[in-house]
């Protein structure tokens, strides 16, 4: 689909990126010392940092990612939400409190807070290097995605600017600005979301027979089978021939008339030897990466086609065409006893190498759409079959120990002055990000029918429902999914710098600093890391990269949250035990990840089946395995570490 | 148990305060360390139960969450709201009952740093 621009958008983004930057040299003033680029002095109000948490964790996965993954199937997208936001317990009850009071810059100081040992510095130092990079990627992926509908500029132009604002941002006034930006874009996030969910509610919900250009889908039958065996046409319209991948069982297709290459698709469907055609869409992709829809090029010129705008109602309970404002819990009630058409695809491959993925209308209840296993993901739940539920509950347990072991969010503890400003800070968090969760599941079935839906691209699900509700707050929406980015690159880029300065140079190579030094160190290792962060988010444009989120997940819950954890609660934790238990966890689930059919499929192309590791969510044998680890290896080691024992 | 982890990181953050050439932290802070810690795990045991049940039900029987107790609503919106619900509740009580032990400006700022 390709998207007009709004010049309100690029104002509105623009000037949200010269508040931030401006604020930050504004701030850079008081930030020189290395406890001000840390740990902004750990003078935040704990009210700021709460949000700020909101901010820095709602990424652009949370926001685009899960309301787009509701618009397309369902209930699924929320599994995330409640997964997400229970990471969130682990961070209050377990580590907010001790993580404030065992470590001053870094994710590392913490774990080495008793030992003071340069392995455990390296360790969690490159710990936190792979998790922020893996989380970096898709973040700076998602920019150069975002801006092309958004902004009109291509692919490298809103990486390049995510970067560069990012680096600023950081190298001005690290971790002040950086925590300033996020409570700006962690408020704008909730209070604009709130917006867009009374707005839903309040619109109701109708029923269409198309998408909002108001084009009407076409469905003939059910008609016997044999007769359908034997049509050659339709509506006065010639059936195009099978052959060149294309089957009748799945796909007919009715020429638009004999002076143009274009027809229209129908999926069929059948039932009880009676078949029923619903009008699809297609796209034809060929190797030169040239494009057609439905037989006709691609484009908004005359003789071109673009694919149409999807997402509607096609049943309302009782046979209403139409429900008028409804209660936050009467839409679902009402969504229940609908039917919603989804959409599914299916590729068509031809003789000369080129693709056509044919999109079809599936028409759904509301009783299946708001329960989970509708996703691919989530299917399994209903195979019965072992291996796929382990699948489920091993991702529902890397993200609820993922969380509370992100370096990023970690690092937001040192901002605050005490345990007490810690706990509460975590509690304003869980507050505000548990309140835009719940209001993913009414922006994700808001644009399900918004019949503005992009077909191709579920991530375009919510800014694209704010346009069917209107122009200024899908300007806004725009604005404030691409400032999404800007807030969590940022957190990532300085974890990542504290990482490097103060855990690698001066923690594990012992080069003496003192805190100017550190802080220019750190500034430039921000520079080299967003330089980095820029090229890869150029080099996979074409990939794609969202699955990246859930490696960084699994890693941080692997690595990290064992020995953090052991560290608090078993006396005999030792040294050793740490070193290996975080490189345990990290090896593992990264060789894994790297190993399953998931990846397979998506990054190398390769059948699931000959995936080595047995399902593809590590986390819950790999995090098991890290406490193992830990605890074999301190009781092995026990002995050396005595003297210091207390 | 809990009274126990609760003595370990006692200990834990006893020798990490000395560990940093500060002084030993007051007793009201140690035992305000204590009551919160024990405290944050009975509540973390709670959400632990209530998520993990919500999670093994979705694995072992599905079906369970298209039942409507009442109100036309399905267990999986109900359980799923409920777990945010219950993420907040658990929060504000922890927030309302955990103790600070020392006034909000103590020493213990200029400890860490």
Known sequence: MIHEISPLAVTIFFAFVAITVGLSFYLGRSAKSSEGYFAAHGQIPWAVNGIAFAGDYLSAASFLGICGMIAAYGYDGFLYSIGYLAGWIVALFVIAEPMKRLGKFTFADALDSTFDSRGIKLVAGISTLVVSIFYLIPQMVGAGALIQPLLGLPHWAGVVIVGAVVMIIVVTAGMVSTTWVQFLKGSMLVIFSLVLACMVLSRGLEVRSGGVDGHVYKTFGPLPAAEFDALTGLDGKALLPDGNGWKRSDFVRLADGADSPGYTAFAVSKENEQVTLREAQSLTRAVDGRQWVDGVPMGSGEGQRLLRPVGFVSQLPNGESKTGPLGPIEFFQVVQNSEIVLWGNKPVAHDDGSMTTVYFQKPTAGSRILRPGEHPIFAGIRSGKTKDRIEFISLMLALFCGTASLPHILIRYYTVKDEAAARKSTIVGIASIGFFYVLTLYLGLGAMTSGTLDIQDTNMAAPLLARSLSPTLFAIISAIAFTTVLGTVSGLILASSGAVAHDLLVGFLGIKLDGTQQVRIAKFAALVVGAIAIVLGIVFQKMNVTFLVGWAFSIAASANLPSLVMLLFWKRTTRQGIIASVLVGMTSSLAWVLLSGDTYVKVYGLPAESALAPFSQPGIVTIPLAFITLIVVSLMTRKSNDPQAV | ?113
Not at chain 2, 33 to 47: D, E, K, Q, T, V
Not at chain 2, 78 to 96: Q, S
């Open chain 2, 1 to 113: 148990m809990s009274e126990q982890l609760t003595s370990h990181l006692f200990h834990r953050s006893r020798k990490s305060k000395i560990g940093m050439n500060s002084p030993s932290p007051s007793h009201s802070i140690a035992a305000a360390r204590a009551h919160n810690s024990r405290l944050g795990l009975w509540l973390f045991a709670i959400y632990l139960v209530v998520y993990f049940g919500f999670v093994l039900a979705n694995a072992f029987v599905p079906a369970v969450m298209e039942w409507q107790p009442f109100g036309g609503i399905n267990l999986a919106l109900l359980y799923g709201f409920g777990l945010i619900v219950a993420a907040l509740l658990l929060a504000f009580i922890y927030g309302l009952f955990a103790k600070s032990g020392q006034d909000s400006d103590s020493d213990a700022q200029q400890v860490s740093r």
